[in-house]
């Protein structure tokens, strides 16, 4: 996905000294490498059954729902908490520098149903695991998690064993 990655905006420095932000808003700018993103991802689940789409905030939620459609998937959204307004689940996690909190309406995944997890980008894992904590919680199976960039030197794949991890454009270091 070499095509791809040249449309990622690489900023040094941000947030903060040291860190390297991937900016994927050049990329999905780009019609063709948008619909590229979309594409790719909608051809390694298609045929897999999957009824809902988790789409994790924020970013998350630019992809989940193009994918959704090109699934033939629900869309379920997964947010900060107090930002959904029905009953939720709530589960909180660790993160490098404290903890913070995810959550996903009760009534949004069905027992037994078949569900794919979607954020712009893997890092550490911490939250894509936390989602998937979410959705297995609420008796949804969890058929795998697409990303649209993988950072492979946060080794975020090691807290997503059980789960099928595909990623489209992945950076070693």
């Known amino acids: 996905m070499e095509e791809l990655k040249r449309l990622i905006r690489e900023v040094p420095d941000w947030p903060k000294p ?13 019609r063709q490498g948008f619909r590229t993103l979309i594409d790719r991802l909608s051809e390694h689940y298609s045929g897999r059954g999957v009824e809902v789409v988790v789409g994790v905030e924020a970013r998350g939620f630019i992809f989940a729902p193009a994918l959704a459609y090109r699934l033939g998937a629900g869309f379920v959204p997964v947010r ?4 959904l307004p029905w009953k939720t689940v709530r589960v909180q996690y660790e993160l490098e520098y404290g903890t913070d909190a995810l959550e996903i309406h009760q009534d949004a995944v069905q027992p037994g149903q078949r569900v794919l997890i979607c954020d712009d980008l893997l890092a550490t894992g911490g939250t894509a695991a936390a989602a998937v904590r979410l959705v ?30 595909f990623s489209l454009v992945q950076y070693a270091h």
Not at 18 to 30: H, S, V
Not at 139 to 158: H, N, S, T
């Open 18 to 30: 040291g860190i390297l932000f991937y900016d994927l808003t050049t990329l999905l700018k780009d």
């Open 136 to 165: 297995r919680e609420l008796g949804g199976e969890v058929i795998g998690a697409g990303f649209a960039v993988e950072l492979l030197f946060l080794k975020g794949r090691e807290k997503l064993k059980d789960v099928d991890v």
């Open 80 to 83: 900060k908490p107090n930002k």
